[in-house]
């Protein structure tokens, strides 16, 4: 997608002597007007759902506060949240304090959000030597069979209070956080964002783990009592496995909140990935992952504000043909809005974040006669975003891929329609996803209909090009769909997804549940089509004038 009309303006210094670009519009410009107001919008307030914002895994020095500012929300007037990572607890004292001081400055004259990448949140239970030289009774870190405390942290781990006083020390031991308490105390929103990857034993490997020794704690405790293989078995370690992992990660997340009484109200501490409930498996699926209970085996929702589920083009979505969010995206990130009820500390914020592994993911899909490309990938994070209306998009590229790499492959523009054109905006605020008989759905076994509402996990439309059944990897999806709709019958009205990732098509009747079926196009980048009931489907421009 090209890039829009910008405008240049010369720097001026502002009020306390930085220098930053200013918009033609001042502060009031729209899209800092719409940063400022869909942040803090509830989830499913009077205007109905917020509006999208873009925003990216920072690195300093791939992205830069000048490029953040300057580049990204003055010249091409992007729907963005500004930056920086916040120090992990090994990394304290490494802050360049002028850079914060900078960003900190900017977001007050703003009133903008704030904005904190954290890194490496509990991978310091089994890396940071004064728990390594704790004895068993205190060691917060995985301990085998051997002997060995392993590079893990533990959901059984026998002191809980290691876990709230670690997070108040994440805190208090940070010179940038309190700064910016202290000198913006005021924020609207602070998003402290962990990257969420410290490893830790999981429950299916308590006992018979893929390699290395049982967990010690456990074996003690439940050796031979629940065979993982069964449904009451499995439920009964998801919950063990659960209630440890609401324990250390609830107390830690606690010792942080204490720390930050400033913003007791405007805090949002939110995890990569977390928690993503799996609504069926394929045919042979061994565990029924996870367990009689949802918050057993996706605990997340009880101690996180929000999650960032992963829609990575190179795996998660395994589209060579379209297959991928044909089925990974319907069936594991479909319908979390209806999940939102579960999170009981505040309106949570759910986002995705976006990754694109350009270089890899190219040679990847070679491989399998397909091309990968900028339209190829956004028109696949689309379908995804008007199946979930995500509040914030993250963008996540290879650390080592120069901000050349990166460019080309940054969504923003996927989203830019939904703030500027009407009729998109008004499906985004107030919607209903459009989905067919789950039945149909080719994840049909170990369901849990009786944790999980089944009836809304299979969002993606039936197609006249699909290839029969039964579901398998190796068949190709040509044309994949997705709707919404407002109303009720007979003046029903319908705003529907289009992507063909392999080459445009036209004529595919894409059938809508409870309507009929209707005739549509679509483009490797995606086309938006509206439909009013008893009337032909209207192909939606983009980017009206």
């Not at 990974?328 to 209806?338: K, L, P």
């Not at 956004?378 to 998009?393: K, Q």
Request: proline share 8%; glycine share 8%.
């Amino acid at each position: 997608m090209a890039d829009r009309d910008t405008t240049a303006t010369p720097y001026k210094l502002s009020a306390d002597g930085l220098v930053y670009f200013r918009h033609p519009g001042g502060n009031g410009a729209k899209n800092l007007v719409a940063v400022r107001k869909e942040s803090v919008l509830p989830n499913d307030g009077p205007e109905g759902r917020p509006l999208p914002l873009y925003t990216l895994w920072f690195g300093i020095h791939t992205f830069p506060l000048k490029y953040q500012f300057d580049e990204l929300l003055v010249r091409r007037q992007w729907y963005f949240l500004p930056g920086l990572e916040a120090r992990s607890w090994d990394d304290k004292g490494q802050y360049s304090i002028g850079t914060y001081r900078d960003y900190i400055t900017r977001c007050k004259e703003l009133q903008f959000p704030l904005h904190f990448l954290g890194l490496n949140w509990l991978g310091e239970f089994y890396t940071n030597p004064m728990y390594q030289a704790m004895d068993a009774s205190r060691n917060p870190a995985d301990l085998d069979t051997n002997g060995q405390f392993t590079n893990q942290w533990d959901t059984l781990m026998p002191d809980l209070t290691i876990p709230t006083e670690a997070g108040e020390r994440y805190v208090t031991a940070d010179p940038m956080l309190n700064y910016a308490m202290a000198e913006y105390p005021d924020a609207p929103r602070v998003f402290l964002i962990s990257n969420n990857e410290a490893h830790v034993r999981y429950w299916s490997s308590y006992e018979y783990p893929d390699s290395g020794a049982p967990s010690k704690r456990f074996m003690d405790q439940y050796a031979g009592l629940y065979d993982r293989n069964t449904l009451e078995g499995e439920t009964a370690l998801t919950e063990l496995w659960g209630t440890g992992y609401i324990n250390v990660v609830g107390n830690y997340l606690d010792g942080i909140r204490s720390q930050m009484p400033a913003w007791s109200d405007s805090l949002y501490l939110l995890p990569y990935q977390g928690s993503i409930p799996y609504y069926g498996r394929w045919g042979g699926w061994t565990f029924y992952w996870a367990g009689n209970t949802l918050w057993g085996a996706e605990p997340g929702f009880k101690v996180w504000d929000g999650i960032s589920p992963d829609t990575m083009s190179h795996y998660v979505f395994n589209d060579f043909s379209g297959m991928g969010q044909a089925f990974h995206t319907g069936n594991d990130n479909a319908c979390h809005e209806s999940l939102a009820a579960n999170y009981g500390r505040k309106d949570p914020i759910y986002g995705v974040t976006v990754s694109a592994y350009p270089d890899a993911t190219i040679a990847r899909y070679a491989a399998y006669g397909e091309t990968f490309t900028p339209a190829r990938h956004f028109g696949m994070v689309r379908l995804n975003l008007w199946i979930n209306r995500p509040r914030i998009i993250w963008d996540y590229f290879d650390h080592d891929l120069p901000l050349s790499g990166s460019e080309p492959w940054m969504c923003h523009d996927v989203l830019v329609p939904i703030h500027e054109n009407e009729l998109l905006t008004k499906f985004w605020r107030s919607s209903t996803l459009c989905v067919r008989d789950a039945s149909e759905h080719p994840y049909n076994e170990k369901l849990r209909p009786h944790v999980l509402d089944e009836t809304n996990r299979y969002p993606n439309l039936a197609c006249s090009t699909d290839p029969p059944p039964p579901f398998d990897y190796d068949k190709r999806y040509p044309f994949v769909a997705v709707a919404r709709v407002r109303g009720t019958a007979p003046n029903r009205e319908w705003l529907i997804v289009t992507h063909a990732p392999s080459g445009p098509l036209s004529g595919v009747e894409v059938t809508l549940h409870d309507y009929g079926v209707v005739t549509l196009s679509g483009t490797v980048a995606g086309e938006y089509w509206y439909l009013t009931e008893g009337n032909a489907p209207a192909e939606v421009a983009e980017w009206p004038r």
